[in-house]
T-cell receptor
Framework: GAVVSQHPSWVICKSGTSVKIECRSL??????MFWYRQFPKQSLMLMAT?????????EQGVEKDKFLINHASLTLSTLTVTSAHPEDSSFYIC??????????????FGSGTRLTVV | AQKITQTQPGMFVQEKEAVTLDCTYD???????LFWYKQPSSGEMIFLIY??????QNATEGRYSLNFQKARKSANLVISASQLGDSAMYFC??????????????FGQGTTLQVKP
């Protein structure tokens, strides 16, 4: 089946530093990648949508200069949290969509990254 | 715009009993898909079941079934014979396939299910 590998699974960083999160589709080509943010006991909030080779589309209220998304290839998308602050501490998870919509009905999730900014 | 609503923040169920988790949705698109996911404390999203808007039969996957009532715009998840391992957070989600298709998967607020032994 389709697998999306997300790394790191958890990270602790100092305030003011940047953190990069990677999502790789291992056995399919991810034409679209969705990035979500989730606070404890809350829903998954869509941050942005990226299509391979083009700029990401950000949801309203999400700072594109703070959350940099790159989707340079069909198997790799990255989310960089720049100048991280404690309020950016959250669970970040990606979801990949490939050409074959029969795979998980079109959506394969990474395992998530728990970011803690101290 | 599409919207998903889950009104039960938390639910308890006795082991081996059935439980229904509520989900209502709103969209002006005629073609859409409804999903249920399970999220244990580890955070991974586990796909449970899918219902397409044009599917005439309610979806079933093992102990999971989806009670799809299109006119009421509801897509409740029924878990039969609950097990202790079913304790987790459950999310209802939707995507639209029509003219406003962006591929986005939008989630409800989630319901935390606890199974009692």
């Amino acid at each position: 089946g389709a697998v999306v590998s997300q790394h790191p699974s958890w990270v602790i960083c100092k305030s003011g530093t940047s953190v990069k999160i990677e999502c790789r589709s291992l056995d399919f080509q991810a034409t679209t990648m969705f990035w979500y943010r989730q606070f404890p006991k809350q829903s998954l909030m869509l941050m942005a949508t990226s299509n391979e080779g083009s700029k990401a589309t950000y949801e309203q209220g999400v700072e594109k200069d703070k959350f940099l998304i790159n989707h340079a290839s069909l198997t790799l998308s990255t989310l960089t949290v720049t100048s991280a602050h404690p309020e950016d501490s959250s669970f970040y998870i990606c979801s990949a969509r490939g050409r074959d919509r029969d795979l998980n009905y079109g959506y394969t999730f990474g395992s998530g990254t728990r970011l803690t900014v101290v | 715009a599409q919207k998903i609503t889950q009104t039960q923040p938390g639910m308890f169920v006795q082991e081996k009993e059935a439980v229904t988790l509520d989900c209502t949705y709103d969209t002006s698109d005629q073609s859409y898909g409804l999903f249920w996911y399970k999220q244990p404390s580890s955070g991974e999203m586990i796909f449970l079941i899918y219902q397409g808007s044009y599917d005439e039969q309610n979806a079933t996957e093992g102990r999971y079934s989806l009670n799809f009532q299109k006119a009421r715009k509801s897509a409740n998840l029924v878990i039969s014979a609950s097990q202790l391992g079913d304790s987790a957070m459950y999310f209802c989600a939707m995507t639209v396939y029509g003219s406003s298709n962006t591929g986005k998967l939008i989630f409800g607020q989630g319901t935390t299910l606890q199974v009692k032994p």
